[in-house]
């Protein structure tokens, strides 16, 4: 078992190097500063980076979770023996192209809100005092005053647990209230 883990390690040191960090305690990453260590807590800085590792640890058979802001989420003080993902290094953009908006899921909602402001674009008036990331709010359908992102996503671009890509019109979600029907092993970017 620990020759297991230490092949873990080495792997994941070489995939992710100074993103990673072992026995991380989530307290520092949630906005109610409590929660435990993660046994691997991972900040990828490039695509491929997140690809090869996301492979690896299913291959290992490690649980994944990801997180944003740790806005949303009450982790145990004994923490979670899994690979624990922000996206925040690799995603942290938002992009105006026309009546549209591209944000990255690391992006805090803040950022878009103000971001629309200044490019006159409207339907996010409900998101401004709202903590979190982009992806937390697409995942939980995040919402306020009657609205809600669901009104909003016209499509989500992800990476599924297998390293491969994939999209998801926002027509074809499934959503209801403060949640996404996506699939458990997608995770938005």
Do not use: C
């Amino acid at each position: 078992m620990k020759s297991l883990e230490n092949d873990i390690k080495k792997h994941l040191d070489r995939i992710f190097d100074k993103n990673l960090r072992y026995h991380e305690f989530l307290k520092f990453h949630t906005t109610f500063g409590i929660g435990g260590p993660a046994e691997f807590y991972i900040t990828p800085g490039e695509f491929k980076n997140l690809v090869e590792g996301l492979k690896l640890l299913k291959e290992m058979q490690v649980p994944v979770i990801a997180i944003g802001s740790g806005s949303n989420i009450l982790v145990k003080d004994t923490g979670i023996k899994a690979a624990v993902f922000n996206f925040k290094n690799l995603t942290d953009y938002v992009i105006v192209k026309d009546e549209s908006i591209f944000a990255g899921a690391g992006a805090s909602l803040g950022k878009l809100v103000n971001t629309a402001t200044e490019n006159n674009l409207s339907g996010l008036e409900w998101a401004v005092a709202i903590p979190g990331t982009v992806g937390g709010a697409v995942k939980g359908n995040a919402g306020a005053f009657g609205r809600s992102m669901s009104e909003i996503v016209t499509g989500v671009d992800g990476v599924m647990i297998n390293g491969e890509s994939a999209m998801f019109e926002g027509k074809m979600i499934n959503f209801s209230y403060r949640k996404s029907e996506l699939p458990e092993d997608f995770f938005i970017l």
